[in-house]
């Protein structure tokens, strides 16, 4: 069974910047896309960036492009979002999703994955 556990989350000001780690086990970890998304309060979760192990590719939202690095450590299984920079924003959860389809299309989409992390808070405010 596979479970994914998100830390790293919290309060902090604009311009600075947070480390998000999720951890994941019961699983092959380099088999499985790894990805993070964040959802606002009453709005759509949304892709934030991916890692394919497979396919040899990351890539982030055009939002957070240049500030948001993703990366994964296999000997590990963890993912890490590196986020830099931070916008003043509403409150948002960021969540880890998994998936071990050879195929994940679209990676942006959160229909792609079928495993989720139970999120880590984030706030950005001054």
């Known amino acids: 069974q596979v479970q994914l556990v998100e830390s790293g989350g919290g309060l902090v000001r604009p311009g600075d910047s947070l480390r998000l780690s999720c951890v994941a086990s019961?699983?092959?970890?380099?088999?499985?896309?790894m990805a993070w998304f964040r959802q606002v309060p009453g709005k759509e979760r949304e892709f934030v960036a991916v890692?394919?192990?497979?396919?040899?590719?990351?890539f982030v939202a055009d939002s957070v492009k240049g500030r948001f690095p993703i990366s994964r450590d296999n000997s590990k299984n963890t993912v890490t979002l590196q986020m830099n920079n931070l916008n003043p924003e509403a409150p948002a959860v960021y969540y880890c999703a998994s998936s071990s389809s050879v195929i994940v299309s679209p990676m942006r989409s959160r229909s792609a994955y079928t495993s989720w992390g139970q999120g880590t808070p984030v706030t950005v405010s001054s």
């Open positions: 890692t394919s192990q497979r396919t040899g590719s990351n």
């Open positions: 019961g699983v092959t970890f380099t088999r499985h896309t």
